[in-house]
């Protein structure tokens, strides 16, 4: 029996993902080079995060709930959406060791947070309601497996 379950892995990803962006936003009057380090980290397991949940949570959430048009999932993908462009925002003034991006950041955190905190009060408790340990395994198995040119892109798309 696999004892990983949805709900503490996915927030507990979120967390280091909020400790990554932290350490960039201490860091990126001080030491450039290291927050730049921590803002690729924060920048490549969020877009791997919403590759995991867009690929294979969501679907699954669909499918267990019957909720497609107009459900939860098509709110967090409009919210996933405004995260990429934001994160993108931030990105352009990390590629030119430009620190003045405490307003982006800011705009950043609000929606991340917002949104985490739904995912982790009601779509991630859910989906470990409604899925077997064999069906988490599966997850857990796919999200392993995923080929890292998914997420590891940067300036618009492309290959890092």
Known sequence: MNEKRIAP???EDHDHLDEYF???????????????????????????????????LFPLFEEKTGMKNGGPTEV???EHCQIKALLEEVHKKVQRQDPES????????????????KEE??????????????????????MDALPEHKYKTCCQGHSH
């Open 121 to 142: 009060n009601i779509l991630y408790p859910a989906i470990d309601r409604f899925i077997s340990d064999e069906e988490r395994q599966k997850v857990f198995g796919k």
């Open 76 to 78: 967090m993908r409009q």
């Open 22 to 56: 932290k350490n960039f936003q201490s860091l990126k009057r001080k030491n450039y080079a290291e927050a730049k380090e921590n803002f690729k980290k924060f920048k490549f397991g969020l877009q791997r995060h919403i590759v995991w949940e867009e690929e294979i």
């Open 102 to 117: 405490d307003q982006e950041e800011q705009l950043l955190w609000d929606v991340l947070k917002q949104h985490n905190h």
């Open 9 to 11: 892995f996915y927030t």
